[in-house]
Nanobody, 117 residues
Framework: QVQLVESGGGLVQPGGSLRLSCQVS????????MAWYRQAPGKERELVAD???????NYADFVQGRFTISRDNAKDTVSLQMNSLKPEDTAVYYC???????????WGQGTQVTVSS
C-alpha cells in the first residue's frame, strides 16, 4: 500500500516560517521524483517545487528563493522549508511522487498552511 503522509502545516504570521515533511512508504523512493504542490481555494493545483533522486531541484517562479525542497533517500522523506511566508501562500500543500520507470503518480492527503496575522 502506497502512503504519502504530510505533516508540519499550520497557522503562521506573515514573514514566518514552516517546514513541511512527507513520509513515504510502499514505493521505491529512490525511483521517484518527489514534489510539493499546493491548491488555494478557488484555484487550480500548482507545482511548488520538485526534486530528483539525485538532488536536482526545480522551483515555481513565485517561490523566489523563499522555499527549499530536500529529500532523504535513506529515510524516504521529502521536506519543504518555507521562509518569508506571505498571505498568498495560504493553501493546502500536497506531497507528490512520480515514478521514473512507470506511468504512476501518487498524492498525499494534503496539509493546510494558513498565513495570516
Amino acid at each position: 500500500q502506497v502512503q504519502l503522509v504530510e505533516s508540519g502545516g499550520g497557522l503562521v504570521q506573515p514573514g514566518g516560517s514552516l517546514r513541511l515533511s512527507c513520509q513515504v512508504s510502499g514505493i521505491r523512493f529512490s525511483l521517484h521524483i518527489m514534489a510539493w504542490y499546493r491548491q488555494a481555494p478557488g484555484k487550480e493545483r500548482e507545482l511548488v517545487a520538485d526534486i530528483t533522486s539525485g538532488g536536482r531541484t526545480n522551483y515555481a517562479d513565485f517561490v523566489q528563493g523563499r522555499f527549499t525542497i530536500s529529500r532523504d533517500n535513506a529515510k524516504d522523506t521529502v521536506s519543504l522549508q518555507m521562509n518569508s511566508l506571505k498571505p498568498e501562500d495560504t493553501a493546502v500543500y500536497y506531497c507528490h511522487a512520480q515514478s521514473t520507470t512507470k506511468s504512476l503518480k501518487y498524492w498525499g492527503q494534503g496539509t493546510q498552511v494558513t498565513v495570516s496575522s
